[in-house]
């Protein structure tokens, strides 16, 4: 089946420092991968994406590549501020036929609560 | 531009009494259409998807129901709430063959009482 794992949290860093959160996957087929960020009250925002293996996806100093051979997909940044304190998602997503329309419904992680104190 | 509308923001009901949250699509067509939960403490999890008017999946079992009246609006709804229906609800929608990605409402909270 179509799963992904993801670092537990909190984590909790100083403004500044390098981030690394974990994420893992199992897919059927060949997923697209994404990172969505969850700023306190908010709805979901994409992050970053990969559609394919060795793909690095990037966007405000994050960066993600698709490691096929590791089935991994972890979202890194060389320094942290205080404004990307938020919950982030791992997500991947398969296509699937239903019905005349390819659907991709997403498959998260748990979310990995960031803090960053200044 | 693409946007999503997600209402109400938050909401308090009581227990047994009925539902509705509604998600209504701009500058697309045919979209496909999802409902997700969040619950405290958890991921996101699919609860319904529709590739079409009138068309619903339901992805687990569950005291809710969608429904699709028209292509860009998508309707939760429940005729008695549970406490364990409470949660974090938000909307997306993707276009592509396959999804180039995916936008998401701003989320309703819903605490049951």
């Known amino acids: 089946g179509n799963s992904v794992t993801q670092m537990e949290g909190p984590v909790t860093l100083s403004e500044e420092a390098f981030l690394t959160i974990n994420c893992t996957y199992t897919a059927t087929g060949y997923p697209s991968l994404f990172w969505y960020v969850q700023y306190p009250g908010e709805g979901l925002q994409l992050l970053l994406k990969?559609?394919?293996?060795?793909d690095k996806g990037s966007n405000k100093g994050f960066e993600a590549t698709y490691r096929k051979e590791t089935t991994s997909f972890h979202l890194e940044k060389g320094s942290v501020q205080v404004s990307d304190s938020a919950v982030y998602f791992c997500a991947l997503s398969v296509p699937r036929w239903d019905r005349g329309s390819t659907l991709g419904r997403l498959y998260f992680g748990r979310g990995t609560q960031l803090t960053v104190w200044p | 531009s693409q946007t999503i509308h997600q209402w109400p923001a938050t909401l308090v009901q009581p227990v047994g009494s009925p539902l509705s949250l509604e998600c209504t699509v701009e500058?697309?067509?045919?979209?496909?259409l999802y409902w997700y939960r969040q619950a405290a403490g958890r991921g996101l999890q699919l609860l319904f998807y529709s590739v079409g008017i009138g068309q619903i999946s339901s992805e687990v079992p569950q005291n809710l129901s969608a429904s699709r009246p028209q292509d860009r609006q998508f309707i939760l709804s429940s005729k008695k709430l549970l406490l364990s229906d409470s949660g974090f609800y938000l909307c997306a929608w993707s276009v592509g063959n396959p999804p180039l990605g995916y936008t998401f409402g701003s989320g309703t909270r819903l605490t049951v009482v």
């Open positions: 500058g697309t067509s045919n979209p496909n």
């Open positions: 990969a559609t394919k293996a060795d």
